[in-house]
């Protein structure tokens, strides 16, 4: 592939395509992202939680004091972060269901100094 084929496949899928109603329906039919919201699309790329029951693993009870805590494969390289993700998490699906949160500004805040940029890096 030249580098004029490359630019073509790039336009071609990048170019903005017209739809008739009914087709855009039809789309929105088998593809929710079609019309989510951005927290809803934030939600879907995070993905569905794994639950974990703290109480079957004594170092994870002691953490957590044998609550059972959802951990996301997103951010499955976060230890310890557990809490705060839940957090951020709930914040998307009250925005996501229209609640009150939809009108607010999510403001990431942490320590100083203290390697904040791999949370959103990540």
Known sequence: MNIFDHYRQRYEAAKDEEFTLQDFLTICRQDRSAYANAAERLLMAIGEPNMVDTAQEPRLSRLFSNRVIARYPAFEEFYGMEDAIE????????????????????????????????????
Do not use: M, T
């Open 87 to 122: 957090q951020i998490v709930s914040y998307l699906k009250h925005a996501a269901q229209g609640l009150e949160e939809k009108k607010q500004i999510l403001y990431l805040l942490g320590p100083v100094g203290v390697a904040n940029h791999r949370s959103l890096n990540g």
